[in-house]
């Protein structure tokens, strides 16, 4: 299709021409996704090969104090009058050895059957005592923790290396190394952004990286109700945890339930996201408009509505809406007036239609108000000479949305849908607090119809305590988000053309 043949199209064409070629555009999309990853493997195997390439010359080029710091750690800036450095690295070695022998070793050395010992009753004479054996938590969690702490050290050995042979050759070369002030000073000007960073860094991998480590490896295991440490034992099952979420044959209860509410929950993220974002922005074009009196106050009542925190809004919502609640109330006092009778609409448990549309309208009346603040600061930055040359050609209201306020949004806003996307589907609070998703059924393994993903998985760790399955579904549903948001944003006009608009 030519320029000029566009621009002949209506705008709804225009929508189905560019919504075809989106569509047409998925498969290359995800094929330069897969791609990428495969570029990324490529080069994290070919910088462990130069690694030890690296390892190797060094160890041939080193002199006694550097060859000897590949046990020893610290004795190559020792040598060379790195003094403070050395015993730092003398000390990481010393107190990892020791972590080891002590305590580290005790749990590595399961972590391949995370335990064989249960916990069983011994008779003390003739008084019966119990024994506990293994456990299986423990192993694991500890387990995790060795081997950061190993990777870890391994670094801080390579570095040792490294910087007992760089202080080698500055020595060879006349040079001398830096002292302590001057290293301090350094960190406290130059390298200042690593000193501001440290504890940050620190706090994310102990609060964050762990326990995603950790959940991962338990997607692994068959870590349920029934094998609760340190009664009893888990262990590693393979894939059987995520084999269960597609075996229709053999768990076909849970391989429904995971396909059907993999089905609801995109649906429900996109409606979600897209009804909140067209809505608010025509509430917002609406605020902005020219003539529009008294827009401080239609925006301050929208902040207020945001001030209230969600869960109350959703709590007293999930109240208005019962069968005896304020909405049938009101509902049976305006059918009394025109002879009718009491009104029982139940909106929340009688069909899943009902309450699937429930939940979708009450989601749009607790997230416009943030899609209209955020709307209402992107039109005021629209340039006013693009619509002054719209009027001055003659367009209509409707084609100068189409043609200048639309694209614009979309184009600034692009991240903030995809942030919005990816939340809907991780969208706890509405589902949880408005339906606790139900209505329930027996069709589905511990979930109800309006139950996403994550309210699901939720319901699997607190109820029925199945955590491997729910560990499983967690990484599949991060494995979605993630493939999503990837190729949208690196598709989208907002990454490819960021210093423009047209």
Not at 53 to 80: C, E, M, P, Q, R
């Amino acid at each position: 299709m030519t320029f000029v043949e566009y621009k002949m199209l209506n705008p709804f064409q225009r929508f189905a021409y560019k919504f075809k070629k989106f569509i047409k555009a998925i498969p290359g999309a995800i094929g330069r996704f897969f791609k990428a990853i495969g570029r990324f493997f490529v080069k994290l195997f070919t910088g462990i090969g130069k690694g030890f390439k690296n390892y190797g010359t060094t160890f041939v080029k080193g002199d006694w104090a550097t060859k000897l710091s590949y046990l020893i750690f610290g004795v190559g800036d020792l040598h060379k009058g790195k003094i403070y450095k050395g015993i730092l690295y003398f000390l990481a070695e010393v107190l990892y050895i020791l972590y080891i022998v002590f305590f580290g070793w005790q749990y590595i050395s399961k972590f391949n059957t995370l335990g064989t010992v249960v916990t069983h009753v011994e008779k003390v004479g003739l008084i019966p005592k119990q024994v506990y054996g293994d456990n299986s938590m423990l192993i694991l969690l500890y387990s995790v923790l060795t081997i950061v702490i190993t990777v870890v050290v391994f670094a801080i050995y390579i570095s040792n290396i490294k910087d007992a042979y760089k202080h080698q050759v500055m020595r060879a070369n006349g040079e001398k190394p830096t002292t302590l002030k001057e290293d301090a000073k350094e960190f406290l000007d130059g390298k200042y952004h690593i000193t501001l960073l440290s504890f940050p860094v620190l706090m994310i991998c102990v609060f964050n990286i762990l326990p995603l480590i950790f959940m991962i490896l338990i997607a692994f295991t068959n870590y349920d109700k029934q094998h609760m440490p340190p009664g009893t034992l888990f262990t590693w099952v393979g894939m059987e945890n995520f084999a269960a979420l597609f075996d229709v044959v053999n768990t076909p209860k849970k391989a429904t339930t995971f396909l059907e509410l993999t089905e609801w929950t995109l649906i429900w993220a996109v409606l979600a996201t897209f009804s909140n974002y067209i809505l608010g922005m025509i509430v917002a074009l609406m605020i902005n408009k020219k003539g529009i009196k008294l827009k401080a106050l239609w925006r301050t009542l929208f902040v207020i509505a945001i001030a209230v925190p969600q869960f109350v809004s959703l709590l007293l919502m999930n109240q208005m809406l019962q069968t005896n609640g304020a909405i049938n109330v009101l509902l049976s006092d305006i059918s009394r007036l025109f002879g009718g009778g009491p009104v029982e609409i139940q909106f929340l448990n009688s069909s899943t239609l009902m309450a699937r549309t429930t939940v979708i309208i009450v989601n749009i009346w607790v997230g416009i108000p943030y899609t209209i603040l955020s709307m209402s600061g992107i039109l005021m930055n629209i340039p006013e000479d693009l619509y002054e040359s719209a009027r001055i050609d003659g367009a209509s209201p409707v084609k100068t949305f189409t043609a200048i306020t639309l694209p614009y949004m979309i184009f600034v806003t692009t991240p903030q849908l995809i942030t919005q996307f990816v939340g809907n589907i991780n969208n706890f609070n509405v589902i949880y607090l408005l339906t606790g998703g139900g209505p329930t059924t027996q069709d589905y393994y511990q979930a109800g119809r309006t139950d996403i993903l994550v309210t699901w998985l939720f319901t699997l760790s607190m109820n029925s305590q199945d955590y491997g399955l729910a560990a499983a579904i967690g990484i599949l549903v991060f494995i979605v988000c993630a493939t999503l948001s990837l190729i949208i944003y690196n598709n989208s006009k907002s990454m490819k053309d960021e210093e423009a608009f047209s």
